[in-house]
């Protein structure tokens, strides 16, 4: 798994390339989504159009990362969606819970608006 990160304002967009899994890395998901927070930045973007596959333990790391922000009073996205992914935020009712975007434009613009 490899993650790039670039900024929009004071909102971090980490782009996920690769599977999220319990053999891939998943902690090192974690591990990049908390050294933006520490930075200081607490506002999340995760593009996941390059991730193939999710397990049930890469989807646990996410909703780790996701409790880790909001206990800080941060927020996270997820963009670019799989019909894989989507299925599996659905049996498991966390697509109610997380955010969900076509781009990552439109993660950004929400994510904008909810700090006015």
């Known amino acids: 798994m490899e993650i790039r990160e670039r900024a929009d304002g004071r909102i971090r967009i980490l782009h996920v390339t690769g599977k999220v899994t319990r053999a891939d890395g998943e902690r090192g998901l974690r591990a990049r989504i908390e050294d933006p927070r520490d930075r200081g930045y607490n506002r999340i973007v995760l593009n996941l159009a390059e ?12 909703v780790r990362c ?17 019909p894989r992914i989507v299925d599996m935020l659905r049996i498991t009712k966390l697509g ?6 076509d781009t990552d434009a439109d993660a950004v613009l929400a994510l904008n608006s909810k700090e006015s």
């Open 51 to 62: 991730v193939p596959y999710m397990d049930s333990s890469g989807l646990g790391e996410l």
């Open 96 to 101: 109610e819970v997380f955010d969900t975007f």
């Open 66 to 82: 996701y409790s880790s922000l909001r206990r800080e009073s941060g927020t996270m996205a997820l963009t670019h969606l799989s």
